[in-house]
């Protein structure tokens, strides 16, 4: 069974920069596509960035600020958030297009909070 799980969210200031993670785990043959959304209170979940066969997608309101990037020695993959603004805050959800035994599925991880505040 594979498992997404992200970490490193938190609390941080405005101006100030996270890394989140997503490590991949379970039967996997190949991870195809890896991604980032987000989800504030009483807003629908928003797509932050994505990378597909070397392609890189960024929302309008984080390109340049934000950076997506994989470890396909480790499967697992990166977002490194600078210059947070308190428009920032919300769950933050990994998925990933990966094809195990039972071939290609999405999967999502539990999602890990981030908070902007001073």
């Known amino acids: 069974q594979v498992q997404l799980v992200e970490s490193g969210g938190g609390l941080v200031q405005p101006g100030g920069s996270l890394r989140l993670s997503c490590a991949a785990s379970?039967?996997?043959?190949?991870?195809?596509?890896m991604g980032w959304y987000r989800q504030a209170p009483g807003k629908q979940r928003e797509l932050v960035a994505r990378?597909?066969?070397?392609?890189?997608e960024y929302a309008d309101s984080v390109r340049g600020r934000f950076a997506i990037s994989r470890d396909r020695t480790k499967n697992t993959g990166y977002l490194q958030m600078n210059s947070l603004k308190p428009e920032d805050t919300a769950v933050y959800y990994c998925?990933?297009?990966?094809?195990?035994?039972?071939?290609?599925?999405?999967?999502w991880g539990q999602g890990t909070q981030v908070t902007v505040s001073s």
């Open positions: 990378v597909d066969s070397g392609e890189y």
């Open positions: 379970g039967n996997i043959i190949a991870i195809n596509s």
């Open positions: 998925t990933a297009l990966i094809t195990s035994d039972y071939g290609d599925q999405r999967h």
